[in-house]
């Protein structure tokens, strides 16, 4: 069965330092997708970055980037230069052949003046 | 672009009512897909439907159902509601079924179950 785990309930970050977000995962398919949203207190989920199982280098998107980690099944994603706007809950999630999107149960980020 | 959106955004309804959700996907997206989130149990898959079609279903039981019109536009319905049922519904849009595909979120709805 596939499986996201995200180990940190909530963290706090300086603004305009870096932070790292945990995710890892667990996949018996060959071939799948992992993902990270970000999901304000609104409620919308929004799209930050996506890696293929099969590509070579780590996905980049602006201030985001997912180090990727395939033999310790992990993704974790980095934002650098953190942002007050930063703050909010982010999910993990994986994307496998039966195109089911299976979510981590989030991190909660707050970005401190 | 216009991105995807869903009415009602918030929605209060009693124990045994039934309520329907609409989500209009991104322009040119013909796959919609449909979560539940709570608290306690997080994002969870509902449904997925592309050209008409339901591709891909989750653990729920019968009295969730969906369906998509032919303009991709895509309704869900849950009958019989129960307390439990309270939660953010969201939908997604993308261009094809596809394994790795982006999926676009609206932005919700909430339904609040009394």
């Known amino acids: 069965a596939q499986k996201i785990t995200q180990t940190q309930p909530g963290m706090f970050v300086q603004e305009k330092e870096a932070v790292t977000l945990d995710c890892t995962y667990d996949?018996?398919?060959?071939?799948?997708?992992l993902f990270w949203y970000k999901q304000p207190s609104s409620g919308e989920m929004i799209f930050l970055i996506y890696?293929?199982?099969?590509d070579q280098q780590n996905a980049t998107e602006g201030r985001y980037s997912l180090n990727f980690q395939k033999a310790r099944k992990s993704a974790n994603l980095v934002i650098s230069a953190s942002q007050l706007g930063d703050s909010a809950m982010y999910f993990c999630?994986?994307?496998?052949?039966?195109?089911?999107?299976?979510w981590g149960l989030g991190t909660s980020l707050a970005v401190n003046p | 672009k216009a991105g995807v959106t869903q009415t009602p955004r918030y929605l209060i309804k009693t124990r045994g009512q039934q309520v329907t959700l609409s989500c209009s996907p991104i322009?040119?997206?013909?796959?919609v897909s449909w979560y539940q989130q709570t608290p306690g149990q997080g994002l969870q898959f509902l449904f997925e439907?592309?050209?008409?079609?339901?591709?891909n279903k989750g653990n729920f039981p019968g009295r969730f159902s969906g369906r998509q019109f032919s303009n991709s536009r895509s309704e869900m319905n849950v009958s019989t509601l129960e307390l439990g049922d309270s939660a953010l519904y969201l939908c997604?849009?993308?261009?094809?079924?596809?394994?790795?595909?982006?999926?676009?979120f609206g932005p919700g709805t909430r339904l609040l179950v009394l």
């Open positions: 439907y592309f050209s008409e079609t339901q591709r």
């Open positions: 322009s040119g997206h013909r796959s």
């Open positions: 996949t018996s398919d060959p071939s799948y997708g």
């Open positions: 999630a994986m994307h496998g052949n039966n195109r089911k999107l299976i």
């Open positions: 997604a849009s993308g261009r094809t079924s596809g394994a790795g595909e982006t999926q676009y």
């Open positions: 890696q293929g199982s099969y």
